[in-house]
């Protein structure tokens, strides 16, 4: 893999494009996190089972969400409606990454 390869093509989207991405990206996420926390939740032995049977499905989950991030960076060239939208969008990602790091690493339940 060269250098070239480590970096994605930038995003050709109109300002209008930028916020419909990021307002279905923000519901997307929001639904992410609720599937994930039930995960997270789990017993300790069902929960590690479950990681084992999806780790597939989980590491396509973290290449797109990092993928998927370019379009919140997008939004900070926008407008105020826009660059709420992506610091909206940022939250909900750590939300998905806060609760994928509690799967992976054992915590039972939410900080409040």
């Known amino acids: ?7 994605l093509p930038p995003l050709q989207l109109s300002p209008n494009q930028v916020k419909t991405e990021l307002f279905a990206g923000i519901h997307q996420l929001a639904g992410m996190t609720n599937q994930l926390e039930n995960i997270m939740l789990l017993p300790r032995k069902q929960r590690d089972s479950w990681v084992k049977q999806n780790r597939d499905r989980l590491n396509q989950l973290i290449d797109r969400l990092s993928e998927h991030s370019q379009i919140a960076l997008k939004g900070v060239d926008g407008d105020m409606q826009t660059m709420q939208l992506s610091m909206e969008y940022v939250s909900h990602l750590r939300d998905v990454m806060n609760v994928m790091h509690s799967i992976f690493y054992g915590k039972k339940s939410l900080k409040a």
């Open 1 to 7: 893999m060269e250098d070239d390869d480590l970096f």
